[in-house]
């Protein structure tokens, strides 16, 4: 009976529909994970809050000095700041910020850096060795500080902060798919394609890149959380989104640091946000590698 | 291994010759300039002569490579130049701002190591235990909170409640060292809370695949004490993969430098490339950058190398 199953299953078209295979997946995976399904939810609760800003809170940069340093209320429930801005509204615009950066820096970081390791495992020799000397040096310096430096070549704004988060996580996608990619690539399966005349592309992406996709969404998952952490620090130190959009890490920099004895929620509830939201990524990140991973089943 | 430790040098040297073409083509396609910042910002008013002049003066209006080989032949003959901005040598500045930025690291590591391991272990003998999942809460919690805000948390709370800020002025080890120890424990704190994080992570995983194998078993089995098959047995085979994390934290320390060195007021490296960076001083940002990867380069290297003396299954060939 279960072979029958096995062979049944392996008959294309006899599966079940995509979207039950998904939903039944997204139902194990809360019940056996229950720290994942938990970073899921906050993640979730996040992706609403930012497309719901413009229907929950008010302009986050409209300023009322007249009701400055207010705290915590009905009318403000996260009080106000120096110039009277709404911080409810500059938290819940900052999430759009800090999901946009997020997923985009790691689509294009990781995704190409995974792309250009697939390459280099597949093509190897020459073209290899460049790319991973190249990457050797990229490693060498330290995210931050290459981060900073590409902003400061770039100038400000928020499609150049996904520009620079992405650049620094190439290095890490790349060594992870290239190492898969090396043991695929001499597999039987990779092999068997060559004889039998497919191309290179067609190899690469057909044959080989499917069994790259689990160690990379480990490290993209694990990218988010970190991209979301530099996107705020390149905005904490001036250096990220101009200061005229709300961002987290844009609420704790120098302007507003003078006024956070004065009040403290201008600096508790950005870094609240900061916190849960990489919290959230990390927790479903974990999850997604325990899953993932069977060498960590179980750990 | 003196083979393996010879080509590693070579490699690191190849990395380091990489990193400086590559700051050096960053810096040079942005759109600030050294020369607006010296003739008083993007507002100023000067005319086309000063500037060109002030170029030529520089050396800026040599083509590129030549100024990168200017540079590089400098810098290999250890003539780190001076600022462009005010004109001060590098080199004193390096050695003042140096034993900051490393007393930073040294005390970051020691407290992420002393935190992490222990933890780690705790987590993987009581794996699953309501033990096990609050310190796992508790230890991610290091990883998802940035270290730029527990350090404003730590400033807010010592000036509402404790009357308390950072020292403005830095004090030295020899001449003041409980002062000293203060100025750098909390930064330290702050930056050794995420880093705690990743050690405590790896630990937990590594001891659970160690305390797994069969010579476990046995150890148990032929009736050694609890202690000695978890730290004679199972954690000495189950640092190995945290040496590297080690490893990586040392050379990320350098990085975060940047950011707690701005909030503590400290003047080490860090606070000086943000600063040189933000003024476009071109040597000053090159030596800064080159020194960071130096830095990292020979961390890996020396984590590499311990592999051999941890674990004697290594051979380096």
Known sequence: MAAQEGIDILRRGDRAPLGVRMYKGTVTFLRRKPLGAAGALIILFMIVLALAAPLIAGDPNEWNLSDNF????????MGTNDVGQDIWAQIVNGARVSLYVGILSVAFGSGSGGLLGLASAYYGGKVDVVMQRIMDALMSIPTLILALAIMAALGGSVNNVVLAIGIVQIPRANRIVRSQALAVKESEFALAARSIGAGDMRIMLQHIMPQCVAPWLIIASAGLGTAIISEASLSFLGMGVPPTTPTWGGMLSQRGREYFALAP?????????????????NLFGDALRDVLDPRLRGT | MLQYTLRRLFLGLLTALLVSIIVFVILRIAPGDVVDVILGGEDAFYSQETEELLREQLGLNKPLYEQYFIFMFDFV???????????????PQIQQKLPITLQLAIMTVSLAVLFGIPVGVIMALRQDSSLDYFL?????????????????????IGTLYF?????LEYVSPFEDPRGNFIMFLWPA?????????????MMRSTMLEVLRQDYIRTAHAKGLRYMVVVYRHAMKNALLPVVTIIGITVALTVGGSVIMETIFLLPGMGSFL????????????????????????VTNLLVDLSYGWLDP???YD
């Open chain 1, 265 to 281: 929620q201008m600096a508790i509830f950005p870094g609240i946000a900061i916190s849960l939201a990489v919290y959230g990524f």
């Open chain 2, 136 to 156: 796992r809460i508790v230890s991610l919690g290091g990883l998802s909170i940035p270290s730029f805000w527990t350090g404003t948390m730590i400033i807010l």
């Open chain 1, 70 to 77: 207010l705290a915590p209320s009905s009318q403000y429930w």
């Open chain 2, 163 to 167: 009357n308390w800020s950072p020292r």
């Open chain 2, 313 to 315: 299954r290594v051979r």
């Open chain 2, 77 to 91: 003959r250890l003539d780190w130049g001076e600022s462009l901005v005010d004109s001060k040598p590098i080199w």
């Open chain 2, 189 to 201: 704190l702050a930056t050794g809370w995420v880093s705690q994080a990743t050690k405590a992570r």
């Open chain 2, 274 to 297: 943000v600063y040189s960076l933000s003024r476009w001083d071109y040597p000053a940002v090159q030596t800064l950058v080159l020194f960071f990867a130096g830095w990292i380069v």
